[in-house]
């Protein structure tokens, strides 16, 4: 096997448990979906386990990627990159980039609505960045409760209770940047009136 199939084939594993965390998914609700067991899948992403068309079929199926982006098979001669929009919670997710583990790159939409969502905060391992494209962004965090209008930026560690919405019911559009296991995008916004409290690392 030649180096440059055994480097896609080790970075399967971290873009599997990349992917799993970011659709919220347990290793359960992924064993019981698709018949392979707990253990196989967690020594798949661990890397333990060499990934086989067996098992990476069920999972892109579960998923709804192609098999090709699963595994992170360069497309040769094209240097497009083809989006593929996420729903999750009424909002839209589009990832901006391709590589396992590290910081990943999200436009985030958030649709307009006749009456703004009430906050249902969550929790999650990872640290946040984000900007405000357009629109007027409804930040809970913890027990703050913020506004932040087009040109703002917070960043946030998100094992701290929190919830992304509309301020006013109309449209929002972010960028996100998003660290699993803590890993923080060392970008920081410009100064921040104190009325707003907008979160800062």
Do not use: C, N
Not at 13 to 37: F, H, K, N, Q
Not at 78 to 105: N, Q
């Amino acid at each position: 096997m030649d180096r440059g199939t055994e480097d896609v084939l080790d970075a399967v594993g971290p873009r599997l448990r990349a992917l799993r965390r970011e659709r919220g998914i347990t290793l359960a609700d992924l064993a019981a979906a698709t018949g392979v067991s707990e253990s196989t899948l967690s020594r798949l992403e661990s890397g333990q386990r060499r990934a086989s068309l067996e098992l990476l079929l069920p999972l892109a199926r579960i998923y709804d990627v192609p098999l090709d982006d699963l595994v992170g098979a360069p497309r040769t001669g094209d240097p497009r990159i083809h989006l593929k929009p996420i729903e999750r919670f009424g909002m839209v997710f589009l990832p901006l980039s391709r590589r396992p583990g590290g910081v990943h790159a999200f436009k985030m939409i958030i649709p307009a609505r006749p009456q703004p969502l009430e906050p249902t905060p969550q929790t999650h391992e990872g640290h946040e960045w984000l900007y405000v494209l357009s629109g007027r962004l409804r930040l809970v965090l913890g027990e703050r409760d913020m506004t932040l209008p087009a040109g703002e930026a917070a960043e946030f560690d998100t094992a701290m209770p929190h919830w992304l919405g509309s301020a006013d019911g109309g449209a929002v559009e972010l960028l996100i940047l998003f660290g699993l296991q803590g890993v923080r995008a060392h970008v920081r916004a410009g100064p921040h009136r104190a009325s707003d409290g907008a979160a800062g690392g």
